[in-house]
């Protein structure tokens, strides 16, 4: 028997804008912001949003992580979650309601070439 247990994963998303990664991660997506970190105020941010039980490291520091990740979110709601974006009207994205594999899906791109595939199981 194992004598530990994986918890959970927070991937880290590297970002070039702080204004532009606010816009799009708090007001668009409805994530949270849970802490900020910088080493003085003048040097790249390291933050932490969430959105449920999902939580994303986001950096301003070179060599942090390399853009165009895509990461898959599980969602309970997707219809719900989808008109949510959609009210925003948000002016770089309009993500549309997809169904493939067995899956409803919401796709959208952040402003650093980061793709969501945010998912609920039909």
């Known amino acids: 028997m194992n004598q530990y247990q994986i918890k959970n994963t927070i991937p880290v998303l590297r970002i070039f804008d702080e204004d532009k990664a606010r816009e799009f991660y708090l007001d668009f997506l409805g994530f949270s912001l849970d802490w900020e970190h910088r080493y003085e105020d003048d040097f790249p941010i390291y933050m932490q949003v969430s959105l449920g ?6 950096s301003e520091h070179h060599g942090d992580s390399s853009p165009g990740i895509k ?3 599980h969602v309970e709601g997707i219809e ?5 974006l959609a009210k925003k009207k948000y002016k ?3 993500p549309g309601l ?6 409803k899906e919401v796709r959208v791109g952040d402003p650093f070439g980061n793709e969501f595939c945010f998912v609920e199981k039909i």
Do not use: N
């Open 92 to 94: 770089y994205a309009r």
């Open 53 to 58: 039980h999902c939580s994303l490291h986001l």
């Open 98 to 103: 997809e169904e493939a594999h067995g899956f």
């Open 80 to 84: 719900a979650y989808h008109q949510f």
């Open 71 to 73: 990461i898959r979110i």
